[in-house]
């Protein structure tokens, strides 16, 4: 079991930086590929980023490609998501996930395990 609980979300204007933080109990943090995931009112939940275990693999959705960057700390049992040059389009709940690691981390809502609960992310034009 991991729990996952995500934080550092709120209003920034257009052009803006956030970053998210979502720490994970449990003892085998390492043994997990991580995600960020996104879902919009009204909108189905899309792929933001996700790493691997060790910290390679790094992939990304093509609208954050070269904007945002997920990192992990595996002596701390977090995952990291850094927003820069942030977009009103970008305005979602954001959550991170675990994915049991099988090979190359998944950009698919369903091959991961265990999700966070969200935390909220608002960029005014």
């Known amino acids: 079991q991991v729990l996952l609980v995500e934080s550092g979300g709120g209003l920034v204007q257009a052009g803006g930086s956030l970053r998210l933080s979502c720490a994970a109990s449990?003892?085998?943090?390492?043994?997990?590929?991580m995600g960020w995931f996104r879902q919009a009112p009204g909108k189905a939940r899309e792929f933001v980023a996700t790493i691997g275990s060790s910290g390679g693999m790094a992939r990304y959705a093509d609208s954050v490609k070269g904007r945002f960057t997920i990192s992990r700390d595996n002596a701390k049992n977090t995952v990291y998501l850094q927003m820069n040059s942030l977009k009103p389009e970008d305005t979602a709940v954001h959550y991170c996930a675990a994915q049991r690691v099988v090979g190359i981390p998944s950009m698919r809502a369903d091959n991961y395990d265990y999700w966070g609960q969200g935390t909220q992310v608002t960029v005014s034009s």
């Open positions: 449990g003892r085998s943090f390492s043994s997990y590929a």
